[in-house]
C-alpha cells in the first residue's frame, strides 16, 4: 500500500497559519460532491484554457444534448463538437471526451468510478494518471471534487500563491507541487486549504500586481518585500 510520506514539520506549522488566517477572511468552506468522476473527468477537460463560466456552460449543455456519458461514448466527434461549442477549444475536446470516456468504459465496464475511494490515495492517483491525457491536476480534481479524498490540486493560482509563501520552493514544478502540497496539509484540511489559496490567489495574491499591503499574510510571506 503506498503512503504519503509527510513533509516538514516547520512547513506544516505555516500551513496551518496560513489556513487560520485565510479561515478568518472565507470561513469555513465544507467539502461537497461536485459531479460523480467520469463527470468530473468530462469537466475538467472542458475546463483547459476556459473560465469556469464557459466550461460549466459547455458541459451542462452536453449533458442536456446527450443525456448520459454513454451517449457522449457512442456519438459522432461532430456532434460532441457542437455540443460543447461555447466552452472554447471544441475541436480539440470534443475527440479529447471521446477517447477518454471510452477508455473509462472499456476498462471498467461502466462509468461508476466509486471503486477508486475505497483505494490508497496513491493508488488512486496512479490508476486516473494511467488514462490517456490524465495528469496530476486532473486526477487531483476528481479525487478530492468527487470523493472529497485529500488530494491536492495545484491550478495557476495554488502555484504561484504557495510559491511566494515559499511552501513550494522556486524549482519545483507544478506537477511535483501536487504531492509537496499534500505532504505539508493535514488529510482533512486539503480541501479547504485548496479553497483558500485559490480564492487568495483571485482576491489578493495576483499573478501581476499582489495586493500585499492589504494581504493578511504578509508576516509569513517572503515575497512580500518584492512586492509591497
Ligand atoms: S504578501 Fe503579497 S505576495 Fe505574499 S501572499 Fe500576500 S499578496 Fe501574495
Given at each position: 500500500?503506498?503512503?504519503?510520506?509527510?513533509?516538514?514539520?516547520?512547513?506544516?506549522?505555516?500551513?496551518?497559519?496560513?489556513?487560520?488566517?485565510?479561515?478568518?477572511?472565507?470561513?469555513?468552506?465544507?467539502?461537497?460532491?461536485?459531479?460523480?468522476?467520469a463527470?468530473?473527468?468530462?469537466?475538467?477537460i472542458?475546463?483547459q484554457?476556459?473560465?469556469?463560466?464557459?466550461?460549466?456552460?459547455?458541459?451542462?449543455?452536453?449533458m442536456?444534448?446527450?443525456?448520459?456519458?454513454?451517449?457522449?461514448?457512442?456519438?459522432?466527434?461532430?456532434?460532441?463538437?457542437?455540443?460543447?461549442?461555447?466552452?472554447?477549444?471544441?475541436k480539440?475536446?470534443?475527440?479529447?471526451?471521446?477517447?477518454?470516456?471510452?477508455?473509462?468504459?472499456?476498462?471498467?465496464?461502466?462509468?461508476?468510478?466509486?471503486?477508486?475511494?475505497?483505494?490508497?490515495?496513491?493508488?488512486?492517483?496512479?490508476?486516473?494518471?494511467?488514462?490517456?491525457?490524465?495528469?496530476?491536476?486532473?486526477?487531483?480534481?476528481?479525487?478530492?471534487?468527487?470523493?472529497?479524498?485529500?488530494?491536492?490540486?495545484?491550478?495557476?493560482?495554488?502555484?504561484?500563491?504557495?510559491?511566494?509563501?515559499?511552501?513550494?520552493?522556486?524549482?519545483?514544478?507544478?506537477?511535483?507541487?501536487?504531492?509537496?502540497?499534500?505532504?505539508?496539509?493535514?488529510p482533512?484540511?486539503?480541501?479547504?486549504?485548496?479553497?483558500?489559496?485559490?480564492?487568495?490567489?483571485?482576491?489578493?495574491?495576483?499573478?501581476?500586481?499582489?495586493?500585499?499591503?492589504?494581504?493578511?499574510?504578509?508576516?509569513?510571506?517572503?515575497?512580500?518585500?518584492?512586492?509591497?
Open positions: 500500500m503506498s503512503r504519503i510520506k509527510r513533509g516538514s514539520k516547520a512547513k506544516q506549522a505555516k500551513v496551518k497559519e496560513v489556513s487560520s488566517l485565510l479561515s478568518q477572511i472565507y470561513g469555513p468552506i465544507p467539502w461537497e460532491p461536485r459531479y460523480h468522476a463527470e468530473e473527468l468530462v469537466y475538467t472542458l475546463s484554457h476556459t473560465s469556469d463560466i464557459n466550461s460549466e456552460r459547455a458541459f451542462l449543455n452536453l442536456k444534448v446527450f443525456g448520459d456519458l454513454d451517449s457522449i461514448t457512442d456519438a459522432a466527434v461532430e456532434k460532441i463538437e457542437l455540443a460543447i461549442r461555447r466552452g472554447g477549444l471544441s480539440t475536446k470534443a475527440p479529447r471526451i471521446k477517447s477518454i470516456l471510452n477508455e473509462v468504459r472499456d476498462e471498467v465496464g461502466s462509468f461508476d468510478l466509486s471503486f477508486l475511494s475505497e483505494m490508497p490515495l496513491e493508488d488512486a492517483k496512479k490508476w486516473l494518471i494511467n488514462l490517456k491525457g490524465v495528469g496530476p491536476k486532473t486526477a487531483a480534481i476528481i479525487l478530492c471534487f468527487s470523493f472529497g479524498m485529500p488530494a491536492m490540486p495545484v491550478d495557476t493560482h495554488i502555484y504561484r500563491v504557495s510559491q511566494r509563501l515559499a511552501l513550494v520552493g522556486k524549482k519545483v514544478s507544478a506537477e511535483k507541487a501536487h504531492d509537496l502540497l499534500e505532504s505539508i496539509v493535514e482533512e484540511e486539503v480541501f479547504q486549504f485548496h479553497m483558500y489559496l485559490i480564492k487568495h490567489g483571485r482576491d489578493t495574491c495576483k499573478a501581476q500586481r499582489p495586493r500585499c499591503t492589504d494581504c493578511t499574510l504578509t508576516d509569513l510571506c517572503p515575497a512580500f518585500k518584492k512586492y509591497k
